[in-house]
């Protein structure tokens, strides 16, 4: 194969690289985002027992303090049981204290199962913690892993900017023209292998002496139909 078109090759062989790394780069702010946005879901699922937590806290001491109020009513009837002088003032006391018990017991059952609650919903926020604190280590890893490889990319893309750069205006003129127009023409794809007499980018079939001298490799040579500049590939028989 001709220098010349050997340099066509790694030309080509480079602006592949240099659009598979560009979008690449572009690609990976979706990334990031869609990591982040999964670790927003767990964080308000914790968010969301944490206030179901407080929420039972509250309820808890709001009983306790039903349950004293109920408590005082109590020894206060009692006392006027005591200090009855009468019979209508001794069956009221009774029946005051009688629906004080009854209130006093119904909120010792609600308290009793608001403190259940209260210890479990503790107990799962206090096993979540540290699964969500996990979580948001594995995510800023996987946030910085993602920044370094696009500090790595920009790098290679520079070195590849400057290659190309290189190999472009050490083209002859003639060769640096094919490859611009047909690069613009073919979407950056310029080189075609040519294999079996066709050209395997448009399946053209090539004439027996013409696919000998790309075979020879001498000259550039484009394909009759897609334009596209043909090379043969040396492959080991098998
Ligand atoms: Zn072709």
Same mark, same amino acid.
């Given at each position: 194969?001709?220098? $010349? ?9 480079? +602006? ?5 790394? !560009? ?9 990031? $985002? ?10 308000? $699922? ?13 309820? %808890? ?5 039903? &349950? ?11 006392? +006027? ?13 009774? %029946?005051?204290? +009688? ?14 199962? =608001?403190? $259940? ?20 280590? @594995?995510?800023?890893?996987? &946030?910085? @892993?993602?920044?370094?490889?696009? &500090? ?8 590849? %900017? ?6 472009? *205006? ?24 040519? /294999? ?7 399946? =053209? ?7 000998? +001298?790309?075979?020879?490799?001498? *000259? ?6 897609? !334009?596209?500049?043909?090379?043969? /590939? ?5």
């Amino acid at each position: 194969m001709s220098p $010349e078109l050997s340099q066509l090759l790694s030309l080509q062989e480079t +602006d592949i690289e240099i659009k598979r790394i !560009g979008e690449e780069i572009a690609s990976l702010p979706a990334r990031q $985002e869609i990591i982040e946005r999964q670790f927003a879901e767990s964080a308000k $699922e914790h968010l969301g027992l944490k206030k179901a937590y407080e929420d039972a806290l509250a309820e %808890r001491s709001r009983l306790e303090s039903e &349950l004293s109020a109920e408590q005082v009513k109590l020894e206060k009837f009692k006392a +006027d049981l005591m200090k009855a002088r009468n019979e209508k003032e001794y069956s009221t006391a009774v %029946r005051e204290i +009688d629906v004080a018990k009854k209130a006093i017991t119904a909120f010792e059952n609600e308290l009793l199962k =608001m403190m $259940e609650r209260v210890e479990k919903l503790a107990t799962d926020f206090q096993v979540k913690s540290p699964e969500l604190e996990a979580h948001r280590r @594995e995510v800023d890893r996987q &946030l910085d @892993e993602i920044s370094n490889s696009v &500090l790595a990319s920009r790098r290679r893309l520079e070195e590849l %900017r400057l290659e190309r750069a290189r190999l472009h *205006t050490t083209l002859g003129t003639s060769a640096r023209a094919i490859y611009d127009r047909v690069s613009r023409l073919r979407g950056g794809v310029v080189l075609a292998e040519a /294999r079996d007499y066709s050209c395997l980018a448009c399946r =053209m079939k090539i004439r027996p002496q013409v696919y000998y +001298d790309i075979r020879q490799g001498n *000259t550039i040579i484009t394909c009759e139909s897609c !334009g596209r500049v043909l090379f043969y /590939r040396v492959v080991a028989e098998g």
